[in-house]
Nanobody
């Protein structure tokens, strides 16, 4: 079993910063990538950032220059640093990861979603 635990959400004023964390736990052999998505009320879930095990990262244009993503392979943890937050950044932020597990003598690739962490930015 593998699960993702997100943390770091909260309520802040516009212009503030937050750092979200996502840790993969359980039977994790390696984290192949980690990504952040967000969903505002009444809107579809949208991608925010993704980072591969190699360190290659991609940030959505809507947050580029304000958000950065990092991955600590030793801790199986990804971080989303969010700066100069705007009210439009409010929503539930979900972590998604592609993970290789090893059990019953075989490697298995799985994709896992976290339960989300709420970010609220007041104008």
């Amino acid at each position: 079993q593998v699960q993702l635990i997100e943390s770091g959400g909260g309520s802040v004023q516009a212009g503030a910063s937050l750092r979200l964390s996502c840790t993969a736990s359980g039977n994790v052999f390696s984290v192949n990538y980690m990504a952040w998505y967000r969903q505002a009320p009444g809107k579809e879930r949208e991608s925010v950032a993704i980072i591969k095990r190699s360190g290659d990262a991609d940030i959505d244009e809507s947050v580029k220059g304000r958000f950065t993503i990092a991955l600590d392979n030793a801790k199986n943890t990804a971080y989303l640093q969010m700066e100069r937050l705007k009210s439009d950044d409010s929503g539930v932020y979900y972590c998604h990861s592609g993970i290789t597990t090893f059990f019953t003598g075989n490697y298995h690739g799985v994709e896992v979603w976290g339960k989300g962490t709420l970010v609220t930015v007041f104008p």
